[in-house]
């Protein structure tokens, strides 16, 4: 039983290099998210997507790149990284967007620093 | 001001003793509230649900206050184990979970 997954764990790269973080769930949850914290910040919204090929933007999206060609895959990339990028990213996953089964899980998150 | 606000802390507390927290949220549209809890570098998890009427669950109990606009967490006869950050978590509209606007988290650390 993986739930959800994230990889890489630890990634540190440089300014202007193309990143992609995976997060995989097996749960088949319709909705899944990617969220950055920062010190000083709340869990922020990156993207979400409510099913494959349906993606939307969250609070904070530029400089990032969703896809969502399986339920269970929701890949994030950052096209052209850069120094504010470098965060803790989260990604979650729910059953339904409401009611009792809106319940987020979390994978173990991806620590990001980009040089 | 932020949309959520909780006090930081830390709550540093003894092993048995009750402690509260309080989050105070701006908006007086919001439909649905949460208390995650998260681990020193670890992801957050949810702890309960703030249903109207309050709830409890064990020795945790969340109550909401919608006319002064805020909601607690009670954890009574604290555990080693309850060491952890508290987060407060706002939906902003019914039935969307891109509207979940997160505090920034109390931090509560439960001494033998």
């Known amino acids: 039983d993986a739930g959800i997954t994230q990889s890489p764990r630890y990634k540190i790269t440089e300014t202007g290099r193309q990143v992609t973080l995976m997060c995989h769930q097996t749960w088949s949850h319709s909705y899944m998210f990617w969220y950055r914290q920062d010190l000083g910040h709340g869990l922020r919204l990156i993207y979400y997507s409510a099913a494959a090929d349906i993606t939307d933007k969250g609070e904070v999206p530029d400089g990032y790149v969703v896809s969502r060609s399986k339920t269970e895959n929701f890949p994030l990339t950052l096209e052209s990284a850069t120094r504010s990028q470098t965060s803790v990213y989260f990604c979650?996953?729910?059953?339904?967007?409401?009611?009792?089964?809106?319940?987020?899980?979390f994978g173990p998150g991806t620590r990001l620093t980009v040089l | 001001r932020k949309e959520v606000e909780q006090d930081p802390g830390p709550f540093n507390v003894p092993e048995g003793a009750t402690v509260a927290f309080n989050c105070t949220y701006s908006?007086?549209?919001?439909?649905?509230f949460f208390w995650y809890r998260q681990d020193c570098r670890k992801e957050p998890k949810l702890l309960m649900s703030v249903y109207s009427s309050g709830n409890e669950d064990g020795r945790f109990t969340a109550q909401l206050n919608r006319a002064s606009q805020y909601i607690s967490l009670l954890i009574r006869d604290s555990k080693l184990s309850d060491s952890a950050t508290y987060l407060c978590?706002?939906?902003?509209?019914?039935?969307?979970?891109?509207?979940?606007?997160w505090g920034l988290g109390t931090s509560l650390a439960v001494n033998p």
């Open positions: 908006n007086s549209a919001s439909q649905s």
């Open positions: 979650a996953s729910s059953e339904l967007a409401g009611g009792s089964r809106n319940e987020q899980f």
């Open positions: 978590v706002v939906n902003r509209a019914a039935g969307n979970n891109r509207k979940l606007i």
